[in-house]
């Protein structure tokens, strides 16, 4: 949103505030910097913000691969995949 700001205040030519610039922002326009943000978020920061959170994954607490699940009593396994 900052550098929006700014690059609209670069590029402006009728001389508008940065109040009228916050506010020209709409629910739309929030969204795709939110969505363009999201996109600059790596893997790597994810599982750094769980480690220093103090959520750590010990080998028993992974979750069993497909084979091993066992499927609820009358529930076919292509009912279980859907």
Partial sequence: MRR????????DLEGKSTADLCRATNLLSALHLLREAWHNVTATTIQNCFKKGGFHINNSDLIPEDNDVVLPEGMTAEAFEE
């Fill in 4 to 11: 929006k700001v700014i690059d609209e205040l670069d590029n």
